[in-house]
């Protein structure tokens, strides 16, 4: 039956997908962020919290796009589980605040009871943040139906064990010496047409139309996978961000680490600019070995990249297909990309990139 299915949908669904999921409109992203960051300043509580820290005292993680799913072979989590159990263990540990960035579980493709019944030593380990009132949940494109369904709130207090409400966003606020500085986190995908609409296009995307494109296992491209859509995303949150005061702005969604407005490829392209202008050839050897490797999955660079400034963080994710997962990192008045990789049979921390919110609020 599904071969059959196939047959004859997969050309309506393929046209259907490309007229509900264009390219990213500027304007409708730009109206949405600015509707969610008013929203949740004026009206902290509603559809995001207004969280504020101190510099050197406050500690968060935020992790993104895990897609908890079923142990099939269409789960993406399975090889990063290991990697993201350990992290949690030690920033629950050293007290840090978890941010789930949305897309935590993939419920595009399966049941909330097939990744629940999947998934307990992950939803345990995220249950010892909400004890302590340091877990914020937010939702994506792939878990809207934590948004929409309208018993939402009893499957999380079920698996929690405790009420825990579901957000859109959340603002990290704090004082950098006079000067203050909001942090807005979202999942990213505000805007697409696909997913950001009314309540209806939202529920018929998360019980309709998602399923049965599981179904039919027919995979559209989508930012995840799709090179030019990934960069095409980074141009326009760098652009938001940019038009805002005090603001640094940090998605997922993308499964693109990115970290102070630079992706890795655009940072060693920079790298490799001032180590050729200062003739350093043992640098630009290591540098070209480094630049080649990442260019054989992708190529794509900001025209501008050389020029930005560092407003625009992204999370990255918790599925990468060698295990590896990546996250963002406030504390010690610092923000770290991190990535969490197993090393001799041990999940171990490296720190990728990092820089203080004192230096961040001279630049920006």
């Not at 050309?11 to 990213?24: D, E, G, N, Y």
């Not at 999380?156 to 006079?178: M, N, P, T």
């Not at 326009?236 to 940019?242: F, G, P």
């Not at 392209?269 to 043992?282: C, G, V």
């Amino acid at each position: 039956m599904r071969r059959f299915l196939q047959k004859i949908l997969f050309k309506p669904v393929l046209r259907a997908t490309a007229k509900f999921a264009s390219k990213p409109d500027r304007q409708k992203i730009f109206s949405a962020l600015d509707k969610l960051y008013k929203s949740i300043l004026e009206n902290s509580g509603k559809k995001g919290l207004v969280i504020p820290f101190e510099k050197d005292t406050g500690k968060f993680i935020i992790f993104s796009d895990q897609h908890k799913g079923a142990r099939n072979g269409a789960d993406d989590f399975i090889l990063s589980e290991a990697n993201y159990l350990a992290a949690l263990d030690h920033y629950d540990r050293n007290g840090y605040t978890l941010i789930g960035l949305g897309d935590c579980e993939e419920l595009w493709e399966n049941t909330l009871t097939q990744v629940v019944k999947h998934n307990k030593a992950c939803f345990d380990a995220e249950k010892k943040f909400a004890e302590r009132a340091g877990f914020v949940k937010i939702f994506g494109n792939h878990d809207l139906f934590w948004d929409n369904d309208p018993i939402a709130w009893w499957q999380l207090k079920r698996i929690f064990g405790q009420d825990v409400k579901i957000y859109e966003g959340v603002v990290l606020s704090v004082s950098i010496g006079a000067t203050p500085l909001n942090i807005f986190c979202a999942h990213g995908h505000q805007g697409d047409a696909r997913s950001d609409g009314n309540w209806f296009s939202k529920f018929f995307v998360a019980r309709i139309w998602a399923p049965l494109q599981a179904y039919l296992r027919i995979n559209p491209n989508t930012p995840a996978f799709n090179k030019e859509k990934k960069t095409l995303h980074n141009d326009i949150m760098y652009e938001w961000s940019s038009q805002q005061k005090d603001l640094l702005l940090i998605t997922g969604h993308t499964h693109q680490p990115v970290f102070a407005s630079l992706t890795h490829l655009e940072r060693l392209y920079k790298k490799y600019q001032f180590a050729s202008n200062n003739n350093n050839p043992e640098q630009v050897a290591a540098l070209q070995a480094e630049i080649r490797l990442i260019e054989r999955e992708f190529t794509a660079v900001a025209l501008d990249y050389m020029k930005m400034q560092p407003y625009y963080f992204n999370s990255g994710c918790c599925c990468f297909n060698d295990g590896d997962i990546t996250g963002i990192e406030i504390a010690d008045g610092t923000i770290r990309l991190i990535k969490w990789i197993k090393k001799e049979e041990r999940s171990q921390r490296e720190l990728l990139e990092s820089i203080t919110l004192e230096e961040l609020v001279r630049k920006i």
